[in-house]
């Protein structure tokens, strides 16, 4: 049984208690090694494998391995697995008759939300700006059609030490679309505690503040704050 | 003090901690009625105020002036409360200095990706096609540019009694741009005990089986199910 798990953003209560369960359910655990610091109190006596951040792969491959010899194992992800997290490699790689289950957990999108306000109460186009997987071209192409669609806009990976431009790219397509006071929410390391919130106008964003661990929200044409609280309306037009 | 929680897509199981110490910290539980339901095992002792489907102001108010009144409230959705759910209103009315928290949940999007395999792995596309709040052509709108750019596309309240053509057109445009055996993962009821799960492609959807309570989720050009299993690949192209 391999069960892929998403933990939440990475307190520990974010963590559905399904997630809980399947942790404690499970012989061996497997993840990125700060995120098994997230779980700890559930995986006490637990084996553990983890590898760095770029061994996904790796950790799939030997979370198959660990489950074909008759292991339970639990493969974890922070925010949803399903979600840029480790669900698509796992099932990718899994051969046919392999019992899995995927846990759904809080995704650092509506973690990041919920500590701004409501930003994402509307239709929202979620993208990375991450071009290790994904064409540079696709991604800015995305970018343009969410502005063009007035979409809330959820960018994740918005910044790195090798991806610099990335985030300054998408805001000035963004820009073309919205006024220069849309707001703009900026979480740092959701869900934890050290949790970092700024909230901002498109016009006005510290990219240097900003890096891997962050959460960058657009709001549509209708967002607005009050009260240092990001709001999206729910309703489009007053009825 | 008033939390506005995400309790998930229903089962107690996909519930956070987060919110169950929210609930028992509380006096009186703000919510629809089936989805006090939901949630009886941590409020059994407590008073509820509960309105249909519509009374959504209705609620946000009385839970608002219950929290004048000097009471612990929450005030539940299912889901995640930040997407489409109660955050947005009840910060829409909220008095300047009132305290609150928004406790996010598993979004009904995630949990049913989760039962499907990993269909949301890459950018996705959150559209509602409910025009009760939202003009329908900017609906379908969102819904070409989001076909246009390939992303996968989850849709929120896809057909109602009163709505029994929405998804039917969504899909229509949705087809310009993918091939006719683009996955299409449907689930009901998602999280509950009794969830129905539908994996199909976009030519033959039956579209009678869907309702209020479905969520459902459109690959993009890369999606392909194998075994049973909806997959979306992380990475866009080989690397």
Do not use: W
């Not at 198959?64 to 925010?79: F, R």
């Amino acid at each position: 049984m391999i069960y892929i798990i998403g933990i939440g953003p990475g307190g520990t209560k974010r963590m559905t208690l399904e997630a809980i369960e399947a942790l404690r359910a499970s012989d061996i655990i497997v993840g990125y090694k700060p995120y098994l610091s997230y779980v700890s109190e559930y995986i006490k006596d637990k084996e553990t494998f983890s590898t760095g951040m770029t061994g996904e792969i790796e950790r799939c491959k030997k979370a198959l391995e660990l489950e074909k010899a008759g292991n339970i194992v639990s493969v974890i992800s922070t925010g949803d697995a399903g979600q840029y997290g480790m669900a698509g490699p796992i099932l990718e790689l899994m051969d046919e008759g392999t019992e899995y289950k995927v846990i759904p957990g809080v995704s650092a999108q509506y973690s990041a939300a919920s500590e701004l306000g409501a930003p994402i109460m509307h239709d929202v186009a979620t993208i990375s700006l991450s071009d290790l997987l994904t064409p540079y071209d696709l991604i800015m192409n995305r970018v343009r059609l969410a502005s063009e669609g007035d979409f809330v806009i959820s960018l994740y990976n918005p910044r790195s030490k090798s991806r610099v431009h990335h985030l300054e790219e998408a805001i000035s397509i963004i820009r073309k679309y919205r006024d220069d006071n849309t707001p703009v929410g900026i979480v740092k390391n959701s869900g934890r505690d050290d949790t970092k919130i700024t909230l901002t106008t498109i016009d006005s964003i510290d990219y240097e503040k900003i890096d891997m661990m962050t959460i960058v929200i657009v709001g549509n044409s209708k967002s607005y704050i009050k009260n240092d609280i990001m709001i999206t309306p729910r309703g489009y037009e007053n009825k």
